[in-house]
């Protein structure tokens, strides 16, 4: 914050940072420094960088090559940011400079804000991902909860974990352990990364005795694996059984045992009030992981609750894209129905500020955008190029809904709203401590959230898809 200050008067510009009003006001308060009216702080939720960049932005600081496209596209000029002590080209201090995007990017940009007065080199004796951590740590007010230590992620090898390791490993971990039963995408996975901090053990969460030993000197655990197919979990209810509730029991113990600090369940909106097999599994781990934290141990339970993630394996987008390339034809169940989405990078992001910010016990709710899935189908089929495309209506599939929902009427009773990104459930059960830290936040005004409102317009839709990488 005192390199925000010191850009913003020096040069008289207006700096624009994607860091929490709250939180900025809170560092500001434990280091005595005065809010200066030149920086803006702003809620960094989802396409906010973007819409920023559009709206106010000559100039942006990145070291992110999506981020240098997108603002190709709109005629931003970018300065790149190198992790050496290289002098990149110099900045017009008449630019408005927009900082952001992730923590860890928000770490380089406010590295190179503050030394923009001087010259553009890393500070003596420290190299640029020294620096890098301090930052995240800073901008954290002080909680960098992931540097030098060791992360087990379940179910590692698939879309969420693969998103998930690359956004842990810049904020300096010791180890993380990719835990899945998946050897072919291991062994992707590793020559993808190539970093001496991942390591990588074959494993299922049904293993209780080979799941306690992968947990041995690990701090923190994000539980992934699942069987998350609605149709496959219809059609073999044993297996879904085994995996989504008996391996979520067996993580919660294999923790406990090892004396884990936190686990960070994530969870569907279809746990939510749920009408198929799939999602009576995540309901039982939701309340398998907030009883756990009346086990008499000294870990900390947490469930992470969204909708749909662009990108994932099995993505409705991928089906939509392959079947307008092959078939000429897209098939929905359903004219009316709805979804949330979000893309995995922002779901990622807002999962570590689950994790940092959580006590142990709540539900947070992530208050995804929402759209119906024709639009989204309208959208692929335009930037697609191909002609003549029809769109099918199948029918309804055993244990799918129109429209889901991220918290049902029961939970609204029991819902506070935490912030503009999170909604926090608190469970009926008396968690010691838990309703006293949640006093200052106010109960939900409604008593559902489900995707049939507020839907995103089509131009709303292609963003966030242009976002994920998804449209040409």
Known sequence: MKGLNQVAEEHGLRVICSIHPRTAIRIAEHLQLEMNPLVEFHEPFGFFDFVMLERHARCALTDSGTVQEECCIMGVPTVTMRRTTERPETVDCGSNVVSGLDAARIADC???????????????????????????????????????????????????????????????????????????????????????????????????????AACQHVDYVFHLAALKHVPVCEDQPYEALKT??????????????????????????????????????????????????????????????????????????????????QKGQVSITDMSMTRFFLTLKDAITLLFKASVES??????????????????????????????????????????????????????????????QYLVILPTLGIPGLREHYTNCPPVSFNSFSSEHQLMTKEEIREILKRGGFLS
């Open 110 to 212: 406010v590295r190179v804000m503050t030394k923009m007065s001087s010259d553009w080199d890393c500070p003596q004796g420290y190299k640029a991902t020294d620096v890098s951590s301090k930052v995240v740590k800073f901008l954290l007010g002080g909680k960098c909860m992931f540097e030098n230590k060791r992360i087990l992620v379940t179910g590692g090898t698939g879309s969420w974990g693969y998103e998930l390791v690359a956004q842990l490993l810049p904020q300096q971990p010791k180890e993380i352990i990719v835990y899945s039963r998946n050897e072919s995408s291991q062994v992707a996975m590793s020559r993808e990364f190539e970093d001496p901090r991942l390591h990588f053990r074959i494993g299922d969460i049904r293993d209780k005795d080979a799941l306690t």
């Open 244 to 325: 989504n509730v008996i391996g979520t029991q067996n993580v919660i113990e294999a923790a406990i045992e090892n004396k884990v600090e936190k686990v960070i369940y994530i969870s569907t909106d279809k746990a939510a009030n749920p009408s198929n097999f799939y999602g009576m599994t995540k309901a039982i781990g939701e309340k398998l992981i907030v009883y756990a934290n009346l086990l008499h141990s000294d870990t900390k339970f947490v469930t992470v609750r969204g909708g749909n993630v662009l990108g994932t394996n099995g993505s409705v987008v991928h089906l939509f894209k392959n079947q307008i390339r």
């Open 359 to 420: 006590v142990g016990g709540e539900i947070f709710v992530m208050t995804m955008p929402t759209c119906k899935i024709v639009d989204l189908a309208e959208v692929l089929i335009e930037d697609s190029g191909v002609e003549n495309v029809s769109i099918v209506e199948r029918g309804i599939r055993p244990g799918e809904k129109i429209h889901e929902i991220l918290m049902s009427e029961f939970e609204s009773m029991t819902t506070v709203v935490y912030d503009e």
